[in-house]
């Protein structure tokens, strides 16, 4: 099972939108609105963003959003802060043996 | 607060064995199934291991087949992962991971992780 593929870096200005793509296969993101998000700072373990493509799990902030069209998931970072600075990686369920796929992760960068 | 505490990380020579663990609290450990996903230094995450609330579903990643074995005690709130056949490929910051409230689909809580080092 290959990894999701992520843009290595992404980079904006406090207060601006910024948007994390995360491509994968019919098998897996194309196949299932099972797409999470996690960020994960320095040193730290990982947070959940965005869980079933677009839904907050309690807690974080609606400036994170998430969406899909076909194989592609996309995460949205609105009003950059530069809290946001940090690793995104994005998941997929895959249905397969080994049914969970990681991202190759997207470090993003705050101005 | 929920609370999820790794131990048992620590160098070990390739062949070699380990046994994680991870302390529940905080929550009804028996409403989740439990996850292992594993971090190799500056690398991404991937996933390694799957148990149903009961244990009785188990699900591993390729690499660790036949080598890992991932089990729960409901009573002790207490999930493990045994490692033999250790590779220095299976260097990594090890994190367990409740899914989500009766999904598992998605990594809900996190432990900090614990690290493995296996070299010579």
């Known amino acids: 099972q290959s990894a999701l593929t992520q843009p290595a870096s992404v980079s904006g200005s406090p207060g601006q939108s910024i948007t994390i793509s995360c491509t994968g296969t019919s098998s897996d993101v194309g196949s299932y609105n099972l797409v999470s998000w996690y960020q994960q700072h320095p040193g730290k373990a990982p947070k959940l963003l965005i869980y079933d493509v677009s839904k907050w799990p309690s807690g974080v902030s609606n400036r994170f959003s998430g969406s899909k069209s076909g194989n592609t998931a996309s995460l949205t970072i609105s009003g950059l802060q530069a809290e946001d600075e940090a690793d995104y990686y994005c998941?997929?369920?895959?249905?397969?043996?080994?049914?969970?796929?990681f991202g190759t992760g997207t470090k993003v960068t705050v101005l | 607060e929920v609370q999820l505490v790794e131990s048992g990380g620590g160098l070990v020579q390739p062949g070699g064995s380990l046994r994680l663990s991870c302390a529940a609290s905080?929550?009804?450990?028996?409403?989740?199934?439990m996850t292992w996903v594993r971090q190799a230094p500056g690398e991404g995450l991937q996933w390694v291991s799957y148990i149903s609330n009961s244990g009785s579903t188990i699900y591993y990643t390729d690499s660790v087949k036949g080598r890992f074995t991932i089990s729960r005690d409901n009573a002790r709130n207490s999930l493990y992962l045994h490692m033999n056949s250790l590779r220095a490929g299976d260097t990594a910051i090890y994190y367990c991971?409740?899914?989500?409230?009766?999904?598992?689909?998605?990594?809900?809580?996190w432990g900090q992780g614990t690290l493995v080092t296996v070299s010579s």
């Open positions: 998941c997929s369920y895959s249905g397969s043996s080994a049914p969970y796929v």
């Open positions: 905080g929550f009804t450990f028996t409403n989740y199934e």
């Open positions: 991971a409740t899914y989500g409230l009766g999904s598992r689909y998605y990594f809900n809580y």
